[in-house]
């Protein structure tokens, strides 16, 4: 398994000096503290169902996801019998979720792929994981880190990108470029805590139009830098 200092060469990047890792880690404390409970949103009973849920939750709520997955995945419970399903189905049921024909044709894609490619076994590899449809680097973080415990990167969805920047640890608007920064801020094993910490405070707190500044904990620690909240 690659280590830390070789998987943050994976992306281009900003070098981070020793006064920023302190206070990103006193940050990083302070969440642990404010969110003990802060987990994976998608309700998943294992990788496959944690997989179809992530490729629906793109331009989606995750409580919106929670909403259709039991029914779907109590019809396709794996990923044999999700790779058997009729398309006309399956849009019927994740249609709320939006671009449901797409999300639809990648879930059965990538049914089959795993299926047929690797034993009815979600792949524990970024390689394998992002050789499957409609799976990119964020979702495959997302399977990696939360079904297998395996820190290769840092999920970055707008929550995750909107507090990078706000608290100053990235001026980058592409998703790639802040994973990379947070990536040389924090070591490996607290990558996909991050993800969770920085999301749950994205959504109680600093919120895209309304941030409670405040009310906020972290205000001490926030630059409170003007920068384009995308």
């Given at each position: 398994?690659?280590t830390a200092k070789a998987r943050q060469k994976e992306l281009p990047g900003t070098p981070v000096s020793a006064p ?183 959504r109680q707190v600093c919120s895209a139009r309304k941030p409670l500044c405040n ?16």
């Amino acid at each position: 398994m690659a280590t830390a200092k070789a998987r943050q060469k994976e992306l281009p990047g900003t070098p981070v000096s020793a006064p920023d890792k302190k206070r990103a880690n006193q940050i990083y404390t302070r969440l642990q503290r404010l969110y003990p409970d802060a987990t994976c949103a998608l309700y998943h009973k294992n990788p496959f169902q944690l997989l179809v849920a992530t490729i629906l939750s793109a331009q989606c709520t995750d409580i919106r996801v929670n909403m259709v997955t039991p029914l779907l995945f109590k019809k396709f419970p794996s990923p044999k019998a999700m790779s058997c399903a009729k398309q006309s189905e399956l849009e019927t049921i994740i249609h709320s979720t939006g671009f449901y024909r797409n999300k639809a044709k990648s879930i059965i894609a990538a049914s089959q792929t795993i299926h047929e490619n690797h034993g009815g076994k979600v792949p524990r590899s970024m390689e394998e994981l992002l050789k499957l449809k409609g799976v990119a680097r964020k979702t495959a973080n997302v399977v990696l880190g939360n079904a297998f415990d395996i820190n290769v990167g840092v999920v970055v969805d707008t929550h995750i990108g909107r507090l990078s920047r706000r608290l100053g640890f990235s001026q980058q608007t592409d998703p790639k470029k802040v994973e990379k920064d947070l990536m040389a801020l924090f070591d490996s094993k607290k990558w996909t805590m991050l993800a969770h910490l920085l999301i749950y405070h994205g959504r109680q707190v600093c919120s895209a139009r309304k941030p409670l500044c405040n009310d906020c904990s972290l205000a001490k620690w926030c630059p409170k830098i003007d920068v384009p909240q995308v």
